[in-house]
């Protein structure tokens, strides 16, 4: 086979291949749906990362309005999970990103949210029944619509959670849990407790702040607390005494022994440790989360393709743009004395009308943007036609000219006749067709003996 046929066929294939990419979507025929895979890391999804699917449907509704809905699922074993201790009402909020081709261009952002119960580190998130972003198409044509990437972002629920038991805390070998009564009022019944200095118990969570809670009772060692590794003051907790200094005489339960600063929404730790060889106890950690704005980037996931999910072809009605009525009753000019030459003055024209055309882009909050272009109306429209003006012909002052005569006038080119050069041509055959009949008498005469010369 030689080179030619090699690259046509080569062509033929590589167009093939990318026409398998292109779903078409006829108005009024069945939705067509795209499927995208994902793989999501950082924030909620971790290191290792959380794959999900997404089905991809675009809709269009009368009047040009464009829906697309995202149907997600999570793919494998793993889940978003929970960077913290919080009350129910945080939500996992998803954004999409579908770019848009065609009739127009621009992308929409497909969004959904799902609110979460009561949280704790670690607990699975539940995913949005869908996502959905939707534009009104003001122009007709066909768009072509491909997903991009996608984003997930967790805003974490105002409020504060009593954390105790849990393995978020890490304690040291020197401290031990028992059981108490319930007339003395611990937080569930419980508290962990140490008589050996240096012991410690540490908490890792995420919010905005952290109150340490424990007994104040008499003889009790004073105890160290680290934030975030390092000391907030020089002071040490004491919880042999009242908050006025005063020792105590009597044993109050869930005391608010040291609360921290206000914090930047993220990661932090607390840490206590008892000073003394005495009695120290830790009963909860309460953990706070202040409203925010907006979901923290700190616990954001991205998500990034994992296959070509291609694209869908769907065409848009819209409306169709209102054009002139075209004039039925033809213009006539009326016919005027000619001048000296006989040439007929010209009549007046009617100007023509200016053709429909498309308005420039207007630029709307919530709407989709259109983008001026070639677009093809689907709808069958009669077009307007300029209105063209109609010529009265004048007729020749000599029908038809004496052979032999001078030329007095002649009828003007008919409308779809012959060009001037043509009658041109043919008047100069004429006049040489005479001028050599007439050189051809003279030479008989003179042979003849008729004509002198």
Known sequence: MNRLGKAIIAASVGMAASAAFVVSSPSGSAESSLVAKYLCTGGVAGTNGVQLEATITPKIAAGGMLDVEWALKYQGTR????????????????????DITGAWNGQLRPKGSKDQ??????????????LSDAGLVKRTGTIRVRPGGLVVRFQPAEGEVMVNNHKSITYSSGWHRINTEKEFGDYLYDLHTTDQQDESAKLSFTGTQVTYVARRDRDLGDVRVLLDGATVTDGLVKPSKDRDGSEMTGSRSQEDLWESPVLPYGPHTIEVINTE??????????????????????????????????????????????????????????????????TPTPGPTTPTPTLPHNNPPGTNDGLVSVIPGTVRTTTS???????????????????????????????????????????????MLLMGSATGGLLLRRRKAEHAGGVES
């Open 79 to 98: 889940r978003f999970g929970s960077p913290g201790f919080f009350e129910a009402g945080s939500t996992l909020n998803l954004e999409g990103v579908v």
């Open 117 to 130: 119960d009561e949280l704790v580190p670690g607990d699975q998130l539940v995913l949005p029944d869908g």
């Open 277 to 342: 060889s005495k009695v120290a106890y830790v009963d909860a950690f309460k953990v706070s989360t202040a409203n925010l704005d907006e979901p923290p980037t700190h616990d954001e996931a991205t998500c990034a393709l994992q296959n070509d999910p291609g694209a869908i072809d769907v065409p848009v009605p819209g409306a169709t743009p209102t054009s002139p009525t075209p004039t039925s009753s033809p213009t006539v000019t009326t016919p005027t004395p000619t001048g000296p030459t006989g």
């Open 381 to 427: 429209t009669a077009t307007p036609k300029p209105t063209t003006t109609k010529t009265t012909y004048v007729k020749a002052q000599v029908a038809k000219t004496p052979k032999g005569g001078v030329d007095s006038g002649e009828a003007p080119e008919p409308p779809g006749g012959g060009s001037y050069g043509l009658i041109a041509g043919g008047s």
